[in-house]
Nanobody, 129 residues
Framework: EVRLVESGGGLVQAGGSLRLSCAASGFTLDGYAIGWFRQAPGKEREGISCISSSDGSTYYADSMKGRFTISSDAAKTTVYLQMNSLKPEDTAVYYC??????????????????????WGQGTQVTVSS
């Protein structure tokens, strides 16, 4: 079965860290941009960051710069999102998704959700104050 599987979510205190994983099952991430998004209750989905499998270039939403870091493994099977200095407002369901290349991930196009055609089921992150 071809799917994306997120893991690594959980409950953490404010100021803590989590590393989320997005694993490709049944395919490799080669040829895709991989994005992380989140959706909090009652709020719209927002883009966090994305990475291109072709050259490793990355893009971050302005509000996510500095605390979040996206990376991928050399085998192009898993993408990670390192989240530091977490705040209660980071509480949300976090999703990863893939968009077929080529897309220009810079200047925000990398977080244009309609480009993303395959989504994981999400992982819950809860940050307590």
């Amino acid at each position: 079965e071809v799917r994306l599987v997120e893991s690594g979510g959980g409950l953490v205190q404010a100021g803590g860290s989590l590393r989320l994983s997005c694993a490709a099952s049944g395919f490799t991430l080669d040829g895709y941009a991989i994005g992380w998004f989140r959706q909090a209750p009652g709020k719209e989905r927002e883009g966090i960051s994305c990475i291109s499998s072709s050259d490793g270039s990355t893009y971050y939403a302005d509000s996510m710069k500095g605390r979040f870091t996206i990376s991928s493994d050399a085998a192009k099977t898993t993408v990670y999102l390192q989240m530091n200095s977490l705040k209660p407002e980071d509480t949300a369901v976090y999703y990863c998704a893939t968009a077929p290349l080529p897309i220009t991930i810079s200047a925000g196009w990398g977080l244009f959700a309609p480009f993303y055609t395959r989504w994981g089921q999400g992982t819950q992150v809860t940050v307590s104050s």
